[in-house]
Every structure is written in structure tokens, then in C-alpha cells.
């Protein structure tokens, strides 16, 4: 199955993206595990999206579309904002206490660490595309077990 959103760039979108992230999850009955790290990455994205791609601006568009392929959902999020290169961003240091860390990077961290795999293109012609990947369960399927 495959299911698309477009939203403009704007912050108040980001529960329109949650609510598309949780209805898509839901249609697929996968794990609340699954669900909730798919939300956490595609709202970080997508707030990335509105604060670097488009620097504030709320007319951007953004398109995000989900599918549920072979036990793995594949996220890809595309906008035509300002690329960036993620190996620009710090990785934070997550054993430094609250004080001691440095700001930013935290959103791209939680998506490395959510999701299976992270990949970011930028084609000044298509846009800037960010496809996510996650292998994922059915609540209705029986888990395995190897012995």
C-alpha cells in the first residue's frame, strides 16, 4: 500500500503529518513500536524540512509518501528548499549531561537511530529527497522465534 501527503511548510502541518504517519500505521496494523518511531522520524524530518530547507518560509511544499512493502516501510519526503549535507551536522553527545551538549543535530540523530536507513538526494531539478527506511511487524502476525 502506498499512501501520499502534501503539505506547505508550515509548523502547525506537523500534526496533519503525525495524524498521516498514525492512519497509515493504523491501516497496516503495525506494532505501536513501529508507529512511534515512524512518527518521530517524519516529524523530525519534516521540522528540519520547515526550519533549514525553507528557512521559515510557509509556503514551501512538502510531499511525503509511505509504503508498505515486504515487511518494510520506506518513507520519502521531498521539498525544494535549501539542500544540506548531513554530514555537516554534528553528532551529538548523548552521554554529556543537558548543560555540557552542543545544540542541534539531536532531530537527525533520532532519525539514524529510529529508522533502518537514512538517505538524503538533492536534484536541483526534483528536489531534495529523503528516504527512510524501517523494517517493521503486524500486530496480527505470530512472532518468530529461532531456536
Given amino acids: 500500500m502506498v499512501a501520499k501527503l502534501s503539505v ?18 493504523r491501516q ?11 512518527q518521530v522520524a517524519v516529524d523530525e524530518a519534516c521540522a528540519n524540512v520547515i526550519d533549514h530547507a525553507y528557512l521559515g518560509r510557509s509556503d514551501g511544499p512538502i510531499r511525503i509518501q509511505c509504503r508498505l512493502s515486504d515487511g518494510e516501510v520506506t518513507v520519502t519526503i521531498v521539498d525544494h528548499g535549501e539542500p544540506f549535507d548531513p554530514r555537516s551536522v554534528p553528532r551529538p553527545d548523548t552521554a ?15 532519525m539514524e537511530k529510529l529508522m533502518d536507513s537514512v538517505r538524503f538526494e538533492f536534484d536541483p531539478a526534483h528536489g ?20
Fill in 128 to 147: 531534495n529527497r529523503l528516504t527512510m527506511k524501517r523494517k517493521v511487524r503486524r500486530e496480527d502476525l505470530p512472532v518468530c522465534t529461532s531456536s
Fill in 28 to 38: 497496516q496494523s503495525l506494532r505501536e513500536e513501529d508507529t512511534f518511531a515512524l
Fill in 96 to 110: 554529556a549531561p543537558l548543560e555540557k551538549r552542543q545544540e542541534g543535530g539531536l532531530g537527525l540523530y533520532l
Fill in 8 to 25: 506547505t511548510s508550515e509548523m502547525k502541518n506537523l500534526t496533519a503529518v503525525s495524524d498521516f504517519v498514525t492512519e497509515f500505521a
